[in-house]
């Protein structure tokens, strides 16, 4: 097999390349969707963050104003500050309650497309599996229709076509098993 180009690679590989190369493409856009998203200073600003607790500790800040300047900055740090103050006032139960269901959720868009890239990276190398298997059975089917016993060229091209398929896969889930890992990693360092 001779591999020149990603294109003659995908046409030797065969049909199942496609969904193979379609999952690369995805995890491509999300593996950088996740690394600005998950950014320490868009999660937790620490110059807001210390203005806030500076402002409140001093009592130069309102509760409504508090609140707008949360909804202003729109990180997931203001987000949890926003639902304490929200309760502000009330008794310390409802202001924890309110920070404990308000983290749930920040926590939740922190892990965001985990569960995809797990998936891509069990997904690719069944897909490559299959298009391996498959590979080998038309390799079969050539050697039997062609009469081809004791020409083994024959044979070692299908095999290594059939090969590709499972190449690809495992070049695809690699790179997607150690994303998910990086990423849980950094949504648990931010929580």
Do not use: H
């Amino acid at each position: 097999i001779q591999i020149g180009n990603l294109i003659s690679i995908i046409r030797e590989g065969g049909v199942l390349m496609i969904p193979i190369m379609l999952c690369s493409i995805v995890l491509m856009v999300f593996v950088f969707e996740r690394l600005v998203f998950l950014r320490r200073s868009r999660v937790i600003p620490r110059p807001f963050v210390r203005g806030v607790l500076e402002q409140l500790d001093q009592q130069q800040l309102e509760k409504e104003d508090a609140i707008a300047l949360c909804d202003e900055n729109g990180s997931p740090i203001a987000e949890l500050f926003s639902g304490a103050l929200k309760k502000w006032g009330r008794p310390a139960v409802e202001v924890e309650q309110a920070v404990m269901d308000t983290g749930e959720r920040v926590t939740s868009e922190l892990r965001k497309y985990l569960r995809m890239f797990n998936a891509i990276s069990n997904l690719t190398p069944l897909l490559g599996l299959l298009g391996t298997v498959l590979g080998m059975i038309d390799a079969f089917n050539t050697i039997a229709s062609a009469d081809a016993m004791g020409r083994p060229e024959l044979l070692a091209s299908g095999i290594g076509a059939a090969l590709l398929t499972t190449a690809a896969g495992l070049c695809v889930a690699i790179p997607a098993y150690a994303a998910f890992a990086f990423f849980v990693g950094k949504a648990d360092q931010l929580t």
